[in-house]
């Protein structure tokens, strides 16, 4: 685990099933996990951080929740339109809105672009941060759209897909943020608002 910034602390691991390494975080203060998975399951990677909750920003995001919440007792967080997805699931989720403040200082916010619960979450912290789900993708320096076989079922549905990603982040630059945490891909620390600023208005580097 990696503080990339006062009291957020971020690290990677290996998806099982896509094979690439995928973010997580945590925010101390609050005891907040955002999408965490851990390696092997194993919640002793997370030593002696006090977990209050879990926050999906997505509902494929579950990962390694289910055994944090067993070992820590704590809820699991996923917006309204996803609890479908844990119907079957021996164990609970709570459902939340945009607009909810999920813990103190973490405010849900509306994406709803590739899902209908997807989330950003704006993290009250060092002048903003902005979680984001799985929109957007950044593992090298620019931000990128995640490949079309993960973003739509027909080719044919990508652009518009890709214009519905551009205009909901688009609402979300009048949030006060200055860097972007990212599920897929390495966090932007300083200067994030205006990278997403840009690809707003600019689209990816190709």
Do not use: Q
Not at 42 to 55: F, Y
Not at 71 to 97: K, M, N, T, V
């Amino acid at each position: 685990m990696n503080e990339i910034v006062p009291g957020v602390l971020h690290w990677t691991a290996l998806h099982p099933n896509i094979r690439i390494d995928v973010s997580s975080y945590l925010v101390t203060s609050s005891g907040t996990l955002i999408d965490p998975l851990l390696p092997d399951d194993d919640v002793s990677h997370l030593g002696d951080h006090r977990i209050e909750r879990i926050i999906l920003t997505n509902r494929h995001h579950s990962r390694s929740s289910e055994a944090i919440a067993r070992e820590h007792g704590c809820p699991i967080l996923c917006h309204e339109a996803g609890l479908h997805r844990f119907a079957d699931e021996p164990y609970d989720i709570e459902g939340f809105s945009w607009g909810d403040e999920l813990a103190p200082g973490i405010t849900a916010l509306e994406v709803d672009a590739i899902c209908p619960e997807e989330t950003a979450l704006r993290i009250d912290l060092d002048g903003g941060l902005l979680s984001i789900a799985d929109a957007v993708m950044r593992y090298e320096e620019d931000l990128h759209f995640v490949p079309e076989r993960y973003l739509v079922d027909d080719p044919n549905d990508a652009p518009a897909v890709k214009l519905s990603i551009r205009e909901a982040f688009g609402r979300l630059l009048d949030e006060p943020f200055d860097s972007l945490l990212f599920a897929h891909g390495n966090p932007l620390i300083g200067g994030g608002k205006e990278t997403l600023r840009d690809f707003v208005e600019h689209g990816p580097a190709e």
